[in-house]
């Protein structure tokens, strides 16, 4: 996963987050920013091998609970795309066989059975 | 329980029996119509013409042919019923017996799956004399015969002979519905699938076995690698050609904990079967020796099934349970318990002569000798 | 006597591939996946992270993934057909536009409710009217829908005060239908106040549904929808229970709306519909339009006190099943329907693509077309965004091809919105342009500053929460998926 630094911020009040440049991509970080906007704002910065990420409370509350937040976030965003990366074939698969007109039986003109409820497989129309 | 098959005497047999498959018919049918063994009531003057005749009771008169002395284990025999007569004439077998609510005919016991719970064990040799017998005694078959169930073993390993078989019966008895059982991996082929089919028969439901809703559990229940896979595609292929499919579960120690898991997979994704048969073990066969492996005492998952009842219901498929001693069954279920056990293997217990739904409950399988449920009990 | 031995079916480390998937954090303790077609498994949030990864040696937990089509041995293909003809059987009601007309046949009202979301004049009024000849031609245009089921809803104002049209269009309705051999149902959305005899025939010869408002006990109801004689309660209920009578329980249903007021009341509200034998409640949400926002009728409730107030009733509701009481809640079962059917519910309101035109389209009084009812009150304020045209003037292919339906539709499809496309609910779920437009100024919004977003996300996770941990919810919730 990625290794996150915690710095207490140079500036007073500033909630800041870092992430390895090596295991974050940016897209992860923003996805990430959309996601967590009803409780703050997000400013994200390359500096050398790091992103670092400058939080912006919406309401008051504890910096703690924001960069929990942020970061179980950007965790989520992360295993997301590992999994979009991973399936995105098969799911261009499934919805092609979905919507494909010759059936899954290839002997031709075959009705297509429908998964739901009736006593006789649905036709095609 | 009746006995089908038993030791014969014969008087006035020259030579062997030609013939192998008879039906029997009262005095007086037509013996023109072919292969009819006539019943001689005691005392009657049976008349001539008939290939083989069938008595009760050791008579002095002669009768003008070959005859058959039943024993009092085969008295049962009756006009309309179809009998294998040995070449010798000293045994005799009930292939169709025209009172019974069940018939089947035994067309293989050659399978390509091994299930642990097996009741009709495979045999790996060369019997395809019984598809011939099965040809045989559908021609025979009664004018009023309804219904009739095709097993094996797999019957579509010999699949020319299957289909065969099947045209045969579409041209000689159109209006018998027809029950036939298979693993329904063969018919993963659509080009089989495709000839079945084409037979055009009416009222015909291929019964197959799901014990899973995935591939890990079945296949080794099944003991057979790819057999879900096969399976499952063989249903939605008999599906898209608007054949009819009943899906059966037995109930064991494997499939209990994923039976709730099959019921929902069953409704999300194969809505459409004509029913599902929910069955209870059957103590015979394979299912002896791994009787460790596969024995369940129902009082012990009715919780799982009567939630799978209720899925599957609720989905709106047509629910069966096969097998089960209402004493056993949670009460709810009881509407969906048939009495399942064909006549001639079923019995009941000595307790059960004080119970009060007997005449409902279809009682246990003779086969299973005492490897039955502990809480059998009389209900009140 | 084991050929193949249990180890040989079991699933190695990085043994599995993984099917398309969204997961969501339920609890600290506990998540959720969802696959393409929504079907649900909970898994602990090791276990979630243990799939991804290839490192999960749980067994049972694998097979549950495997049966629910979340993973696959690579070089399997049954997963993603089943995947497929699931798939295909939710989404073939697309192709089956339109099956809800809404016809405004008057703005005249007698009723002046708090929340009122049409621009009400006094009952006097007939130039606000809809006329024969504008209803006709909506309902030829009705009539172009592929759709072989329409239902015709007659809408206000209150409908009544039009009966003679509303008698019309359904006869006519009914001559055209004809050459087209459609399902017709007929629908009058009525505040019951002016039913009479005639009506009432009128209604059990044409099998016409009555769907009223019942707000919750008197007090309430009366409270948010003023009347002269302040006797809106009483109407209603001595119209359900003549309705009742006279066409049969089954004929007459009732919409609840959510006021601040309310939201203090869930259980005295499920207990009102309860005692009249209501055997349906609709809780919904107060919509943002009309007169809600202008008057004092309570758009400023937040959406997590409404969550309070929905998981009340519903727990109100559940109750009164275990008592033998067969009550359901309506979008429960909207929702129980899309999570375990591959039946798409058809509620225009929770749809992707959107319900606006392709599931509802309203005619006006007017003549004016619109894409949905909020549509329609929109434009009451100003905001003609969702106007598709008029009935004198545009053809079927103007409505239905135009800029104005396919924009909002294509810019607010689920599948492809920020957060939406990700996530575990998006089967669940729906677009909705209308709402989002209003309150966020384009056609998707932004689904973290979204009330809409979160009232979904709030009912979602609080149903799947129930039937993970009650064997009875479970049990309702599908008994409730076949009842909508």
Known sequence: MSAVEDVSGAGA??????????????????????????????DIRLRGMDYVCTLFACHSGADDKLKHRFRAEVNDQILRARIAKETEPLRNLVFALAFSQTGLVSAGGADEPGAEDVAAPEAET | MLKLTGRTETTGFASPVT???????????????????????????????????????ARAPALPGPAILLGP???????????????????????????????????????????????QPPKDRDDSWLFHRARR????LPEGARSLSLTGGEPTLRADALIGLLEHCQQVAPRLSLHLLSNGRRFADPEFTRRYAAVGIADIMVGIPVYAPEPGLHDFIVQALGAFDETIHGILNLASLGQSVEIRVVIQRHTVPALVGLATFIARNLPFVGQVALMGLEMTGLARPNSALVWADPVDYQRELVEAVDILTTAGISTRIYNHQLCVLDRTLWPYAVRSISDWKNDYLEICQSCSVRDACGGVFTTSGNRLSQHLRPVR | MIKLERASTTLAPYGWQLLPMRFHHLDADSAILTNMVGEHVFVTPDELVAVVDGSCVDQEVLARLRAAHLIQIPGETLPAELLAIKLRTKMRGLSDSTALHIFVVTLRCEHTCRYCQVSRQSSAKSEFDMTEETARRALELAFRSPSPRLKIEFQGGEPLLNFPLVRWITDEAKRMNSSHGKDLAFVIATNLALLDDEILDFCADEGVHISTSLDGPQELHNGNRRRPGQDSWQQAVAGIRRVQDRLGQDRVSALMTTTEASLAQASEIIDSYAELGLRGVFLRPISPYGFALRGRGGANYDVSRWLDFYATGLGRIVELNRQGVPMVEIYASIIAKKMLTNTDPGYVDLASPAGIGIGALVYNYDGGIYASDEGRMLAE?????????????????????????????????????????????????????????????????????????????????????????DPYFRKLMRRWAQSC
């Open chain 1, 13 to 42: 009040g500033e909630i800041i987050v870092i992430f390895d440049q090596a295991t974050v991509d940016l897209d992860a970080l923003q996805r990430s920013a959309y996601a967590v906007a009803a409780d703050m704002t997000v």
């Open chain 2, 19 to 57: 013939d192998d498959v008879w039906r029997a018919c009262a005095p007086g049918e037509s013996a023109a119509a072919g292969t009819l063994a006539c019943l001689v009531p005691a005392g009657e003057r049976p008349t001539a013409g008939y290939g083989l005749y069938l008595i009760r009771e």
């Open chain 2, 73 to 119: 284990d085969l008295a049962h025999i009756e006009s309309g019923d179809i009998i294998h007569v040995a070449a010798d004439g000293r045994r005799v077998t009930v292939l169709w017996k025209n009172s019974a609510l069940h018939n089947g005919l035994l067309l293989t016991e050659q399978c390509d799956n091994y299930c642990l719970m097996c009741s």
């Open chain 2, 137 to 140: 005694v559908i021609s025979l």
């Open chain 3, 381 to 469: 304020m100003g905001d003609h965004t969702f106007k598709l045209g008029n009935v004198h003037d545009a053809s079927y292919a103007d409505v239905m091809l135009s800029d104005g339906l396919l924009n909002p539709l294509m810019e607010s499809l689920a599948l492809s919105a920020p957060m939406c496309a990700t996530c575990a609910f998006e089967t669940y779920c729906g677009a909705d342009p209308v709402f989002h437009h209003a309150t966020a100024g384009d056609f998707i919004g932004h689904k973290a500053l979204s009330a809409f977003c979160q009232r979904n996300m709030g009912v979602f996770t609080l149903l799947l929460r129930m039937m993970r941990d």
